[in-house]
């Protein structure tokens, strides 16, 4: 799953609100995952809004990411399976609807 806690789009925190919750997704992430396991840090990017904002990536199950996100406020997250990229909404409307191919997203 790939999951930001920067404020929510019509929300708008200071940079400094930003950072707090982002840092502490992070350190919930890093303590929820197996030995084995990473996270990784993920910037999305909207060609058609330019809006960029990084996030992170982290093997969770489904439904505990959603539980996180709306824990830090999200109103959606992201999956990938198997190459397939899925967008959700964390409350109840909770639900795999595709995106596209991952991969395809990918800029280095």
């Not at 997250?77 to 409307?93: A, G, I, M, P, W």
């Not at 609807?97 to 991952?102: A, I, N, Q, S």
Request: hydrophobic share 35%; with cysteine; glycine share 8%.
């Amino acid at each position: 799953m790939i999951l930001t806690a920067y404020a929510t789009t019509g929300t708008s925190w200071t940079e400094e609100e930003n950072a707090d919750a982002d840092r502490k997704l992070e350190e919930t992430l890093r303590a929820r995952v197996g030995e084995g396991e990473s996270v990784q840090r993920i910037t999305g990017f909207s060609p058609t809004t330019g809006h960029a904002e990084p996030g992170w990536a982290a093997p969770l199950p489904f439904e505990e990411a959603c539980d996180l996100g709306a824990r830090f406020l999200q109103d959606a997250l992201y999956v990938v399976r198997e190459d397939r990229l899925f967008v959700s909404h964390c409350d109840e409307r909770r639900a795999l609807e595709p995106v596209g191919f991952f991969r395809e997203r990918l800029e280095r």
